[in-house]
Structure formats: structure tokens, C-alpha cells
């Protein structure tokens, strides 16, 4: 089953829109997640029990790449601040946001996110299903809302390998 289930997002990964922000990960102090998800591909590791620094790639299909460098303070259990500067092609934007993250059940946690800037706004919500110790898959939706030009949204999946 595990085998289906990591076949089927390594296809929808190579098939589907672009997607944006990384998923909220759950890490313990000292834990490192590397994830590949739809056109993006990331890094993070939590330093502190209140602390986490991620990096960020993503190829858009249609527009500029985006780079990000983001801060995640750990203000409660289920509770983020983010700060961020995006790069894309031609400018760069400093960001501010907030995350919300829970367990639904045993294999699924939950999260929401909103980061902003001066000339764009990014939402995602989605859940990370447990495929084992190490492995998760994400599945999210996502909203990417310049000032100007075209919004983009889907739905998007990746996985995320914690060590």
C-alpha cells in the first residue's frame, strides 16, 4: 500500500501545477526535512525548540523562479510566526506570515499558512499523511495572489524525508 501510495505522488509530483510554499513540517530540535513538492524543492532544519530556518526553490511555469530564505518562530505547539525574503527573476520581496498546524489522527497533521508582502499574498492549506518513521506525503492547496498579474491556485502534492 505504502508502495502505491508513494508511486501515485511521485506521478501527481511530475504532472501537477505549480506549487508554492513549502508544507508546515513538524521537526524535533536538531531535525533537518528535505521535500520535493510539485515544481518546488526545500530544505529546513530546526535549530532551537523555538526556531526554524528553511530554504527554498521553486520553478514556475509561468512567471519568475522564486528562491526563498524563511524563519519559523515556534510561538506555541500549533502556533508560527514566518519572516522571509523571496527572489524572483528580477526583484526581491522581504514576507511576513503565520502558520497553524494540529493532528488530525495518527497518520495525518494538518496546517494552514498566509505570508505577505508588499506586492503578493500566499495561502496554503493541506495535511502531511505519516508513510513511515521518516517519510511523509503532503497534499495541499494553494494560492498565490499578486498585486499585479495573475493569481495562481491548485492543488498540489509532494514528499518530505525528515532526518
Do not use: C
Not at 488530525?104 to 495535511?127: C, F, H, M, P, R
Amino acid at each position: 500500500m505504502k508502495k502505491t501510495v508513494i508511486a501515485l505522488a511521485a506521478l501527481l509530483t511530475l504532472n501537477a501545477s505549480a506549487g508554492f510554499a513549502a508544507p508546515i513540517n513538524d521537526l524535533y530540535q536538531n531535525e533537518t526535512a528535505v521535500g520535493l513538492s510539485t515544481d518546488a524543492v526545500y530544505l529546513e532544519h530546526r535549530f532551537t525548540e523555538k526556531f526554524t530556518l528553511g530554504l527554498q526553490s521553486v520553478d514556475r511555469d509561468y512567471g519568475d523562479d522564486m528562491d526563498d530564505i524563511y524563519g519559523q518562530f515556534h510561538f506555541s505547539d500549533n502556533l508560527r510566526g514566518i519572516i522571509g525574503h523571496r527572489s524572483f527573476y528580477s526583484e526581491s520581496d522581504m514576507y511576513l506570515g503565520v502558520a497553524v498546524n494540529g493532528h488530525l489522527s495518527s497518520e495525518w497533521d494538518g496546517y494552514g499558512s498566509l505570508i505577505a508582502s508588499s506586492d503578493y499574498k500566499e495561502l496554503q492549506v493541506g495535511g502531511n499523511m505519516k508513510l513511515d518513521r521518516n517519510l511523509d506525503l503532503n497534499v495541499h492547496y494553494y494560492s498565490f495572489m499578486p498585486d499585479h498579474g495573475d493569481s495562481e491556485s491548485g492543488l498540489g502534492v509532494g514528499v518530505t524525508y525528515k532526518f
